[in-house]
């Protein structure tokens, strides 16, 4: 059995200058601190605006935080003619562990589809970053395909695309469920992540499968993060909102202390 160790990933979206960045990462790394908690049991990875990055890494390492981190898009292209673009290469360079590939909010800013996704994806593979990749239906979708349907269909594209021993992480986020204060159900959120993890066997392996995080995203806060961590497919959780404050993530952080008691 593959001990899938619970990944908690802030996603900052646009917010915080990198002065903000660095205070954030302070507070919340006192808190965890004075709360005692073992930041060994739950894999923290913060995922700030790209004019942060550079601030948090000298944070996090300056002060031995542990924590990873990562960006929240980049290019498809390795160098060249493409301004306002980050490669892959460059946010290895600063340290990023992961990327966040297919955020439903870059799929509609910016016209995303399921190829460009694909192509970012296999773009940080080949940078040595591990690619989060979101997939999640709208609300529209769910009235007409179902829950899995369309996240499934996303995944399946991206994987296509992917050596079968290539290192990813899964974020299913329901578009209906993004900011809108309504998460998904537990029993939800276990159904598709437990699809997802099906496509995973289908397309790359069925070790892949085991050994693949598969998080959900919509709404997550501190007092709803044990109701999914209980799920059996549920191996952590993509936080927008309620990761800009350093109390509450730090509460979410501690969840296996809510998930025994
Ligand atoms: P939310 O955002 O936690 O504010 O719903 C999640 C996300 O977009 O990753």
């Known amino acids: 059995m593959v001990d899938r160790r619970p990944l908690i990933a802030g996603n900052w979206k646009m917010n915080f200058d990198h002065l903000r960045a660095i205070a954030f990462v302070q507070k919340f790394a006192w808190t965890l601190k004075?709360?005692?908690?073992?930041?060994?049991?739950?894999?923290?990875?913060?995922?700030p605006?790209?004019?942060?990055?550079?601030?948090?890494?000298?944070?996090?390492?300056?002060?031995?935080?542990?924590?990873?981190?990562?960006?929240?898009?980049l290019s498809p292209f390795e160098s060249g003619a493409h301004t306002g673009d980050i490669s892959g290469e460059m946010l290895a360079k600063l340290g990023c562990r992961y990327v966040i590939i297919g955020h439903s909010e870059r799929r509609q800013d910016h016209h995303e589809d399921d190829a460009i996704v694909s192509a970012k994806t296999v773009a940080a593979i080949a940078s040595g970053l591990i690619p989060v990749i979101c997939v999640g239906e709208t609300s529209d979708d769910l009235e007409k395909f179902g829950a899995s349907a369309v996240p499934v269909g996303q995944l399946r594209e991206v994987l296509t695309a992917?050596?079968?021993?290539?290192?990813?992480?899964?974020?299913?986020?329901?578009?209906?469920?993004?900011?809108?204060?309504?998460?998904a159900t537990?029993?939800?959120?276990?159904?598709?992540?437990?699809?997802?993890?099906?496509?995973?066997?289908?397309?790359?392996?069925?070790?892949?499968?085991?050994a693949t995080r598969v998080l959900y995203g919509g709404s997550v806060k501190s007092s709803n993060i044990a109701s999914f961590l209980r799920e059996k497919d549920v191996?952590?959780?993509?936080?927008?909102g309620a990761s800009?404050?350093?109390?509450?993530?730090?509460?979410?952080?501690q969840f296996p202390r809510h998930v025994i008691a």
Do not use: H
């Open 49 to 73: 605006p790209f004019t942060d990055i550079r601030s948090v890494q000298t944070t996090i390492e300056s002060d031995g935080l542990g924590f990873a981190f990562g960006a929240q898009d």
């Open 186 to 210: 537990p029993k939800q959120a276990q159904d598709v992540c437990a699809a997802l993890r099906a496509v995973i066997a289908e397309e790359m392996s069925p070790e892949a499968a085991e």
């Open 235 to 240: 191996d952590g959780a993509l936080v927008g």
């Open 34 to 47: 004075d709360a005692k908690f073992p930041t060994t049991e739950v894999e923290v990875a913060l995922f």
């Open 244 to 253: 800009l404050d350093a109390e509450e993530f730090a509460k979410i952080v």
């Open 162 to 183: 992917l050596k079968p021993d290539a290192e990813i992480v899964v974020a299913y986020e329901p578009v209906w469920a993004i900011g809108s204060g309504q998460a």
